[in-house]
């Protein structure tokens, strides 16, 4: 047992809570949960606002982040081939799945089964440095937004005896705050992934070679976060479980980016996320198509975002948004915003801008006026009331005559 400063600052993890108590396929040895917990950290450093350095693509089905090599080895593989402990712990990685299984009221089941990891790849001829991780959109949404979490002890994790323990640890963590439980055998034993495996299926052996040790190993450093009780009734299917916290770790309130978040005009910054998400669109537009000028192109794109929702009531559709520049980007039909020019100026009446609307509304060019310019805008120079002509009605009348 490595000697622990009970005093020390802790280096934590957080973990969605709903996302640690979903149901895998199989069981995960403690290499594979402590390697899955630094994905898991590297995605929820990017989704609030802390680092993107890692990640390498964002897009509407997958993200892309990359592991250092060398961080790996040195914090979970002890002596041995080290080379093919990182193959061996990247190929069962890429097996994993998750399932999230719920039983409606009328008795319905609900269910979603998604393979964690389909890309995992490492080449060092061409990067010895990195090992690079695709994660699929349906899980890394259910990793953030982290509403309800648990902070769990990154130097704890490092001393468990065996992936069930850190299973096990993130499971009473995920619990602690409510201090008392109770689940059924078989709901805990498919959370810890024996269910699909046909594992451990009677009590006394699963009590005895799995439950009783994890327990034993985590309450060995009671001081320093939790301490787990529990016992299974005679006759019952459930087991019970209290918590007891002796370290409280601080409480701090989580801000994840949205991706449909709006962009201020002034500023024209979009966050952290929406940024890598331009930056993977203009990545994949350019295995199409030669752009000549990045910089201009991408603040053409946040002209076009900034007038899409100052026309939308509602928080708009950013992936949809960026698709559809994205369709007209390898096309080659995209074209300078109408309200590039302007957005700069909307909180100021412009002489020019006002009799060029003029001018489009006397030759009954209403819907040019509504494309080109933001509602914003047209009520700024005082025509507000052409926001309540119904142009494609208009259009309709001086085709009939």
Same mark, same amino acid.
């Given at each position: 047992?490595?000697?622990?400063?009970?005093?020390e600052?802790?280096?934590?993890?957080?973990?969605?809570r709903?996302?640690?108590?979903g149901?895998?396929?199989?069981?995960?040895?403690?290499?594979e949960r402590?390697?899955?917990?630094?994905?898991?950290?590297?995605?929820?450093?990017?989704?609030?606002?802390?680092s993107? @350095?890692?990640?390498?693509?964002?897009g509407?089905?997958? *993200? #892309?982040?990359?592991?250092?090599?060398?961080? *790996?080895?040195?914090?979970?593989?002890?002596?041995?081939? $080290?080379? $093919?402990?990182?193959?061996?712990?990247?190929?069962?990685?890429?097996?994993k $799945?998750?399932?999230?299984?719920?039983i409606?009221?009328?008795?319905? &089941?609900?269910?979603?089964f998604?393979t964690?990891?389909?890309?995992?790849s490492?080449?060092?001829?061409?990067?010895?440095?990195?090992? &690079?991780?695709?994660?699929?959109s349906?899980?890394?949404?259910?990793?953030?937004?982290?509403e309800?979490?648990?902070?769990?002890?990154?130097?704890?994790?490092?001393?468990?005896n065996?992936g069930?323990?850190?299973?096990?640890?993130?499971?009473?963590?995920?619990?602690?705050?409510?201090?008392?439980?109770?689940?059924?055998?078989? /709901?805990?034993?498919?959370?810890?992934g024996?269910?699909?495996e046909?594992?451990?299926?009677?009590w #006394?052996?699963?009590?005895?070679?799995?439950?009783?040790?994890?327990?034993?190993?985590?309450?060995?450093?009671?001081?320093?976060d =939790?301490?787990?009780?529990?016992?299974?009734?005679?006759?019952?299917?459930?087991?019970e479980?209290?918590? #007891?916290t002796?370290?409280?770790?601080?409480?701090?309130? *989580?801000?994840?980016?949205?991706?449909?978040?709006? =962009?201020?005009?002034?500023?024209?910054?979009?966050?952290?996320?929406?940024?890598? &998400?331009? /930056?993977t669109?203009?990545s994949f537009?350019?295995?199409?198509?030669?752009?000549?000028?990045?910089?201009?192109?991408?603040?053409?794109?946040?002209?076009?975002?900034i007038?899409?929702?100052?026309?939308s009531?509602s928080q708009?559709?950013?992936?949809r948004?960026?698709?559809?520049?994205?369709?007209q *980007?390898?096309?080659?039909?995209?074209?300078?915003? &109408?309200?590039?020019?302007?957005?700069?100026?909307?909180?100021?009446f412009?002489?020019?801008?006002?009799?060029?609307?003029k001018?489009? @509304?006397?030759?009954?060019?209403?819907?040019?006026i509504?494309e080109?310019?933001?509602d914003?805008?047209i #009520?700024?120079?005082?025509f507000?009331?052409?926001?309540? =002509?119904?142009?494609?009605?208009?259009?309709?009348?001086?085709?009939?005559?």
């Amino acid at each position: 047992m490595t000697d622990i400063n009970v005093d020390e600052d802790r280096e934590l993890r957080i973990l969605n809570r709903n996302f640690s108590l979903g149901e895998y396929g199989d069981s995960w040895s403690k290499m594979e949960r402590y390697l899955f917990i630094e994905i898991y950290d590297t995605i929820k450093n990017f989704f609030m606002a802390e680092s993107d @350095e890692n990640i390498i693509e964002y897009g509407s089905t997958h *993200i #892309k982040i990359k592991i250092p090599v060398k961080e *790996i080895k040195q914090k979970f593989f002890k002596g041995g081939n $080290k080379r $093919k402990q990182l193959l061996d712990v990247a190929e069962s990685l890429s097996e994993k $799945k998750i399932s999230m299984i719920n039983i409606e009221d009328d008795g319905q &089941y609900g269910f979603d089964f998604i393979t964690m990891f389909p890309r995992i790849s490492y080449n060092p001829a061409l990067n010895k440095n990195d090992m &690079y991780v695709e994660i699929h959109s349906g899980v890394y949404e259910e990793m953030v937004p982290i509403e309800s979490y648990c902070q769990l002890d990154l130097k704890l994790l490092g001393e468990f005896n065996s992936g069930n323990t850190i299973r096990l640890y993130e499971i009473f963590k995920s619990y602690a705050f409510r201090k008392s439980f109770d689940i059924s055998f078989n /709901d805990l034993r498919k959370k810890l992934g024996f269910f699909n495996e046909g594992s451990y299926e009677e009590w #006394k052996y699963f009590n005895a070679k799995v439950l009783k040790p994890a327990v034993n190993n985590i309450n060995s450093y009671k001081e320093y976060d =939790i301490e787990v009780f529990y016992e299974k009734p005679r006759g019952l299917d459930k087991i019970e479980f209290k918590i #007891k916290t002796h370290k409280v770790h601080d409480v701090r309130k *989580i801000n994840v980016l949205n991706l449909n978040e709006a =962009i201020d005009p002034a500023i024209r910054n979009p966050n952290l996320i929406q940024k890598k &998400y331009i /930056d993977t669109v203009l990545s994949f537009c350019k295995k199409k198509i030669k752009i000549t000028n990045e910089v201009e192109l991408m603040e053409w794109i946040v002209s076009d975002l900034i007038n899409q929702q100052q026309k939308s009531n509602s928080q708009i559709d950013f992936k949809r948004c960026m698709n559809e520049i994205s369709q007209q *980007i390898r096309m080659d039909i995209y074209t300078q915003p &109408y309200s590039h020019k302007y957005l700069g100026i909307e909180n100021t009446f412009d002489h020019v801008i006002y009799d060029d609307i003029k001018n489009m @509304e006397r030759r009954g060019e209403i819907k040019a006026i509504r494309e080109k310019y933001s509602d914003k805008v047209i #009520k700024l120079h005082m025509f507000g009331y052409v926001l309540d =002509i119904d142009y494609e009605e208009l259009e309709q009348e001086e085709l009939l005559g």
